[in-house]
C-alpha cells in the first residue's frame, strides 16, 4: 500500500521560512516524479516544485521560483520543499503527489500524478 505523508507545516510570520518533508511509503521515490502543489482557500489547487525523474531537472512555479527549493532525501525516501520569504499568499494546504509515467509537458498538471498525501496547512500571517 502506497502512503506519502507529509509534515512540517505550521504558522510563520511574514518573511519567515519553513521546511515541508514528504516521506513515501510502498514505492521508491528515486523511480518516481515527485510534485509539490498547493490549495489556498476557495481557490484551486496549482503547481509548487517537481523534480523529474528523467532528467533530474527541477521545476518551479513563478510564485515561488527564488524562494522555495526542492530537494530529494534519497536515505529516507522523501522529498523537502524548504520555504523562505514566506508571504501570506503562499498560505494554503500543501500536496505532494507522485508520478511513476509522466511526461516533461505534464509535470504540472495535477492528472498526471497518481498518488497524494493528505496536505499540510502552512499559514502565513503576522
Known amino acids: 500500500q502506497v502512503q506519502l505523508v507529509e509534515s512540517g507545516g505550521g504558522l510563520v510570520q511574514p518573511g519567515g521560512s519553513l521546511r515541508l518533508s514528504c516521506a513515501a511509503s510502498?514505492?521508491?521515490?528515486?523511480?518516481?516524479?515527485v510534485a509539490w502543489f498547493r490549495e489556498a482557500p476557495g481557490k484551486e489547487r496549482e503547481f509548487v516544485a517537481t523534480t523529474y525523474h528523467r532528467n533530474g531537472a527541477t521545476y518551479y512555479a513563478d510564485s515561488v521560483k527564488g524562494r522555495f527549493t526542492f530537494s530529494r532525501d534519497n536515505a529516507k525516501n522523501a522529498v523537502i520543499l524548504q520555504m523562505s520569504s514566506l508571504k501570506p499568499e503562499d498560505t494554503a494546504v500543501y500536496y505532494c503527489?507522485?508520478?511513476?509515467?509522466?511526461?516533461?509537458?505534464?509535470?504540472?498538471?495535477?492528472?498526471?500524478?497518481?498518488?497524494w498525501g493528505q496536505g499540510s496547512q502552512v499559514t502565513v500571517s503576522s
Open positions: 503527489a507522485a508520478a511513476e509515467r509522466v511526461i516533461l509537458s505534464q509535470v504540472r498538471s495535477q492528472s498526471a500524478y497518481d498518488y
Open positions: 510502498g514505492l521508491n521515490f528515486r523511480r518516481y516524479t
